[in-house]
């Protein structure tokens, strides 16, 4: 199933697009299709990034404390 998405544009920017369509071979809707996905890939790539570099600080921290409390007699 698909939906349709609209959004506005100035006429230059529709003029672009159907003519960089064009210049690669693709329909315009398939060309801004192309680019919307590109973006969504290239968020999720971003999100799962800075999601890792947050995890990562997190597991730093534990090990930090993990090798502080080995000095307090415990281990």
Same mark, same amino acid.
């Given at each position: 199933?698909?939906?349709? $998405?609209?959004?506005?544009?100035?006429?230059?920017? +529709?003029?672009?697009?159907?003519?960089? =369509?064009? $210049? +690669?071979?693709?329909? *315009? !809707?398939?060309? +801004?299709?192309? &680019? +919307?996905?590109? %973006? *969504?890939?290239?968020?999720?790539?971003?999100?799962?990034?800075s999601?890792s570099? %947050?995890?990562? =600080? %997190?597991? &730093? /921290?534990? *090990?930090?404390?993990?090798? =502080? !409390? $080995?000095? /307090?007699?415990? &281990?």
């Amino acid at each position: 199933m698909t939906t349709t $998405i609209s959004f506005r544009a100035t006429p230059e920017f +529709v003029q672009q697009t159907q003519s960089f =369509a064009e $210049i +690669v071979g693709l329909n *315009n !809707s398939e060309y +801004v299709r192309e &680019a +919307v996905r590109e %973006k *969504n890939e290239r968020t999720m790539a971003e999100r799962l990034t800075s999601l890792s570099r %947050k995890l990562t =600080a %997190k597991h &730093a /921290d534990f *090990n930090e404390s993990i090798d =502080a !409390s $080995i000095g /307090d007699g415990l &281990a």
